[in-house]
T-cell receptor
Framework: DTGVSQDPRHKITKRGQNVTFRCDPI?????LYWYRQTLGQGPEFLTY????????KSRLLSDRFSAERPKGSFSTLEIQRTEQGDSAMYLC???????????FGSGTRLTVV | QKEVEQDPGPLSVPEGAIVSLNCTYS??????FMWYRQYSRKGPELLMY????GNKEDGRFTAQVDKSSKYISLFIRDSQPSDSATYLC?????????????FGKGTHLIIQP
């Protein structure tokens, strides 16, 4: 068990470009979450997968944001046409089938210039 | 009023002191309560996980939940410089994961050697 893995750790992109982040959850965890954290704030819930089904996506910040978990294992978060306001830490978390505390990855820090 | 209120600090205490951190919340549907520790530029690390009201102890950490007052606390005994970090409270309802976690802003704690 290597914990929740996120890649890349840091991404610098120009405004208007598309970016994609990857999350590999703990292998036996069937629930996966994406959060965004800006400076001085707590993480903000974006979306939730149970296995491959995306059961909550209304919290995604705009239609430029989308997420997938095609085989119920790893997940990707894509931001299209990035804006400077998208600069933040993007965190992935996973939980086991029974209710329990969330295990977070180290995050991907996005900087839009 | 935000759903979860947490004093951002900074809170500075001498090494060995007992630290008291707390959060208030407004949503009576919250049933699961967590405390996370976050070091700079890292993901949150789960410290304590409790369900409903009551106390839970784990080593130097004690979590208390008072649902009647909508108030949760984390106590750290024998504080160490390595405890210096941001502490985030988080909570969720019984939505089976789809409601995600709602976080406070985090309290920045400094333990002076």
């Amino acid at each position: 068990d290597t914990g929740v893995s996120q890649d890349p750790r840091h991404k610098i992109t120009k405004r208007g470009q598309n970016v994609t982040f990857r999350c590999d959850p703990i292998s036996e965890h069937n629930r996966l979450y994406w959060y965004r954290q800006t400076l001085g704030q707590g993480p903000e819930f974006l979306t939730y997968f149970q296995n491959e089904a995306q059961l909550e996506k209304s919290r995604l910040l705009s239609d430029r944001f989308s997420a997938e978990r095609p085989k119920g294992s790893f997940s990707t978060l894509e931001i299209q046409r990035t804006e400077q306001g998208d600069s933040a830490m993007y965190l992935c978390a996973s939980t086991p089938p029974k209710k329990g505390g969330y295990t977070f990855g180290s995050g991907t820090r996005l900087t839009v210039v | 009023q935000k759903e979860v209120e947490q004093d951002p600090g900074p809170l500075s205490v001498p090494e060995g002191a007992i630290v008291s951190l707390n959060c208030t919340y407004s949503n009576s549907a919250f049933q699961y309560f967590m405390w996370y520790r976050q070091y700079s530029r890292k993901g949150p690390e789960l410290l304590m996980y409790t369900y409903s009201s009551g106390n839970k102890e784990d080593g130097r950490f004690t979590a208390q939940v008072d649902k009647s007052s909508k108030y949760i606390s984390l106590f750290i005994r024998d504080s160490q410089p390595s405890d210096s970090a941001t502490y985030l409270c988080a909570m969720s309802g019984s939505g089976g994961g789809a409601d995600g976690l709602t976080f406070g802003k985090g309290t920045h704690l400094i333990i002076q050697p």
